[in-house]
């Protein structure tokens, strides 16, 4: 309960509160009495997670950008720039299942820069090329650059590239 998880407890309180409960109001009252400053800012990004989850995909696309931004802005060897990462790698995911296409591309950049998982360039291809098969020209061209850049396969970032085109 909200005892064992107090920053997730504040995180759908606060959701709860913008959406008009009563409860939620005087519990994130309560709550912001309790802790102190530092523990408010830490459960921010839970509070985006909720938020974003009781959202659509393009919500939930948002939060995930913010927090690969968060993670690029705080560097990726603090505990904190992983952490975004991370959370940015969890969000994109579910971006995908519920159909976000751009989220393919976000989660293929953080298979090539190894934020928040391991690097993996196949991992990255066969996002992109999901992305394209729904329609993504993004996925496309992005697809098309990393035959280029990344394995040095001209024919194939020409076929990717093509694809591009006819699908933007």
């Not at 940015?88 to 298979?111: D, K, M, N, P, S």
Request: some cysteine; aromatic content about 10%; charged content about 20%.
């Amino acid at each position: 309960g909200a005892s064992h998880e107090p920053h997730l407890a504040y995180a759908w309180y606060c959701a709860a509160d913008q959406r008009g409960s009563l409860r939620g109001a005087a519990e994130v009252l309560a709550m912001r009495m309790g802790f102190e400053r530092a523990e408010l800012q830490a459960a921010q990004p839970l509070l985006q997670l909720v938020e974003a989850a009781l959202g659509n995909g393009s919500r939930l696309y948002q939060t995930g950008r913010r927090s690969y931004e968060e993670g690029q802005a705080l560097g990726s060897e603090s505990a904190a720039g992983k952490t975004r990462f991370r959370l940015a790698f969890r969000v994109f995911e579910q971006c995908v299942r519920l159909g976000e296409v751009r989220a393919f591309v976000a989660l293929a950049r953080l298979h090539l820069e190894g934020a928040g998982v391991p690097s993996s360039v196949s991992r990255a291809a066969s996002t992109l090329q999901r992305g394209a098969q729904l329609g993504s020209g993004a996925a496309a061209w992005a697809l098309g650059r990393l035959y280029w850049q990344h394995r040095s396969d001209l024919a194939r970032a020409y076929q990717w590239f093509r694809i591009a085109q006819e699908l933007s």
